[in-house]
């Protein structure tokens, strides 16, 4: 079983904080990692990917990887209310192409 | 422009009936999936495809069939033998079929919007 696992949350911070969202998954065979942003009652949607180690920084967005702790993980900088989403991890090992998704973490940003 | 579709948006069934969802992409794409999302939970794995013509069973198969007839298409059905149907259904797709370089950066799932299914 591939596991994916994320702090259910829910996670509170105040509009303007930096927003941390964690990940850890089983499969060391694992090469590529997904951020995905999902609102209530809609579809995931693409926030970036990452599969080289280190950071990785796309506006207010950095995904952070570290392969030898299996650990990756996704800061929001400057957290602005519309940013009040549920965000799933999710990792796709090296030989496949099935994608092992987290249960997602609940981010509330307050005014 | 490019993307998924899936209908119908919201769909309700009676009990012993099946039902199917559909999902079309115009993304040239050769991997298609459909993920069940139940309140507060994961993406769960029902099926998935890498090629026409073949597909394979994720983690709860149980109850749904698919057919990969054309590349573009991947509906869904839903059988009366799935005994609690009553989901968000997810589709989604991605643009190669086989992992073999590290070039996977590219493998990226686009998803529809979408097919609440409600179980009367």
């Known amino acids: 079983q591939k596991e994916v696992e994320q702090n259910s949350g829910p996670l509170s911070v105040p509009e303007g904080a930096i927003a941390s969202l964690n990940c850890t998954y089983s499969?060391?065979?694992?090469?590529?990692f997904f951020w995905y942003r999902q609102y209530s009652g809609k579809s995931p949607e693409l926030i970036m990917f990452i599969y080289s180690n280190g950071d990785k920084e796309d506006g207010r967005f950095t995904a952070q990887l570290n392969k030898a702790s299996q650990y990756v993980s996704l800061l929001i900088r400057d957290s602005q209310p519309s940013d009040s989403a549920t965000y799933l991890c999710a990792v796709n090992p090296f030989t496949g192409n099935q994608f092992y998704f987290g249960t997602g973490t609940s981010l509330t940003v307050i005014p | 422009d490019g993307g998924i579709t899936q209908s119908p948006k919201y769909l309700f069934r009676k009990e012993g009936q099946n039902v199917t969802l559909s999902c079309e992409q115009n993304?040239?794409?050769?991997?298609m999936y459909w993920y069940r999302q139940d309140p507060g939970q994961g993406l769960r794995l029902i099926y998935y495809s890498q090629i026409v013509n073949d597909f394979q069973k994720g983690d709860i198969a149980e109850g749904y069939s698919v057919s990969r007839e054309k590349k573009e298409s991947f509906p869904l059905t839903v059988t009366s033998a799935q005994k609690n149907p009553t989901a968000f259904y997810l589709c989604?797709?991605?643009?190669?079929?086989?992992?073999?370089?590290?070039?996977?950066?590219?493998?990226?799932?686009?998803f529809g919007a979408g097919s609440r299914l409600t179980v009367l």
């Open positions: 989604a797709s991605s643009i190669r079929a086989a992992t073999s370089s590290l070039f996977s950066g590219a493998n990226v799932l686009t």
């Open positions: 993304l040239n794409h050769d991997a």
């Open positions: 499969d060391r065979g694992s090469q590529s």
